[in-house]
């Protein structure tokens, strides 16, 4: 695939050698449209915030008053469709293992959606942003995550089963819900457009994950401080997702009008003040108040006389970026005051183990997650049937 395509025809050939090159069949697709969609009246027509607000919406790249300012928004949509493509890589193996006929459907579909996002990033690249767009629409199909070359760390890591599978659809997914949003109220009007019919789909990855945990929980098999160690894992990725605390990129987003923060018209329409220094940081603390909140509701399904609450680990714990980046944190976000030896025994206590991972395989023999039935529109669709 080294020719850079000029149409967005050739592009859409490459994609399909794509799909064969990491083993997703066309077929699995079912009834599901691959296609572009936008929502311009969502998107709104005025620049909403920042340094242009008032004028009206960018609807051409030519339109974008600097090349500093198009390069950004380039950067952009070429890490929300590299982490779309990432995604199938990662889970599209999971499609054999499925723990029932509902489970493959909701794998299949929410990688069916992941591909239109892909799609809908790269069309935004192909269509406005000329050679440079091109280019970066092609390298979202030549990057893989089996490779560890995808843009960001978390879309790299493994994803061996379906524990990991639903942990990553509650919390990963969620981060992503977060960067669309952000997206939403972008002075790019394509971008912003783009974000209504994306968030709609995106709801159903959430709502497997949180689902999954639940009937998870119901089932009664998997044990509960195993249950928590893989939240741990994932909630410390997800964290991280949202960048350094104190970002000059975001920052420089806002002022461009670009990126906005998280529910931008709500506090606008509340005049609350924007502090562009810790944007990254005001999401992430969103983030982590409505996952507080979804794991307290799982903790109305334990068992009545349970001797675990599950919880979610503090925004310190385990990071890799930001100023707790390296730091030994206890779950609670408190410093670890021991030797490196010492942090690495409590680690071993609190993330999952290779023990977890072999126990996990007689666990998977059983009925571990309750069943959940197809509804008539799910199977009519034939989304996952053949996989």
Known sequence: ???????????????????????????????????????????GDVIEYGDYTGRAKWERALQVPHQNIRDALISMITVQGDTEFASVEQQRHLLDTAPTDYDRYAAARIMAEEQRHGWQMAYLLMTYFGQQGRREAQKLLERNAQDGDRLLGAFNRPMPHWLDFFCYTMFVDRDGKFQLGMLSTSAFKPLAASMGPMLKEESFHLGTGSNGLRRIIKAGVIPLDMLQRYMNKWVATAHDLFGTDS???????????????????????????????????????????????????????LPEGSDVTLFVPHENFHRDIGKFGGKNCYTDGSLFEGTEEEYAAYLHNVLPTAADEEALKEIFKQQWVEDKPLTPRQLASGIGATA
């Open 247 to 301: 970002s000059t990129s975001a920052h420089w987003a806002y002022v461009w009008g670009v990126k906005g923060r998280w529910d931008e018209r709500k506090k606008l329409d509340a005049d609350i003040d924007v502090n562009k220094e810790v944007l990254n940081e005001e999401g992430r603390g969103h983030y982590h108040e409505e996952i507080a909140k979804e794991v307290e509701k799982l903790n109305g399904y």
């Open 1 to 43: 695939m080294a020719e850079l395509p000029k149409t967005w025809e050739e592009w859409v050939a490459n994609f399909s050698e794509w799909q064969d090159r990491v083993g997703f069949d066309r077929e699995w697709l079912g009834d599901f449209d691959l296609s572009i969609l936008f929502d311009w009246d969502r998107a």
